[in-house]
Nanobody, 119 residues
Framework: QVQLVESGGGLVQPGGSLRLSCAVSGRHVSIGAMGWYRQGPGLQRVLVAS???????HYGDSVRGRFTISRDNAINTVYLQMDSLKPEDTAVYYC?????????????WGQGTQVTVFS
C-alpha cells in the first residue's frame, strides 16, 4: 500500500521559515510529479508548488520567490522550503504525488500538516 508521510509543519512567526518533507512508502514502480497543495480555513485546496521527476518546477503566484520545492529521487522524498512566511500562508499543507504501481499513474495524497503563521 502506497503512502505519503508528511512532516515539518508547526507554528512560526511572520518572516520565519519552515521546511516540509513528504516521503513515499510502499511498493511502486515509479513516481511522476510531486507537489504541495494547501487549504486555508474556508478556502479551496490550491496548488502551492510542483516538481516533475526531471526537476522542472512550478509555483503558485502567492509563493513564488519565497518557497522552494525540491525532491530527492533516491529516497522518494519531496521537500518544501518556506521562507518569509506570512499570516496568509496559514493552512493545512498536503503532499501530492502521481505514482505508478502497475497499470496507470494514480494520484496519492498525504494526511496533511498544519502550518500556522502568527504574530
Amino acid at each position: 500500500q502506497v503512502q505519503l508521510v508528511e512532516s515539518g509543519g508547526g507554528l512560526v512567526q511572520p518572516g520565519g521559515s519552515l521546511r516540509l518533507s513528504c516521503a513515499v512508502s510502499g511498493r511502486h514502480v515509479s513516481i511522476g510529479a510531486m507537489g504541495w497543495y494547501r487549504q486555508g480555513p474556508g478556502l479551496q485546496r490550491v496548488l502551492v508548488a510542483s516538481i516533475l521527476s526531471g526537476g522542472t518546477t512550478h509555483y503558485g503566484d502567492s509563493v513564488r520567490g519565497r518557497f522552494t520545492i525540491s525532491r530527492d529521487n533516491a529516497i522518494n522524498t519531496v521537500y518544501l522550503q518556506m521562507d518569509s512566511l506570512k499570516p496568509e500562508d496559514t493552512a493545512v499543507y498536503y503532499c501530492h504525488s502521481d505514482i505508478y504501481t502497475g497499470g496507470d499513474y494514480r494520484a496519492y495524497w498525504g494526511q496533511g500538516t498544519q502550518v500556522t503563521v502568527f504574530s
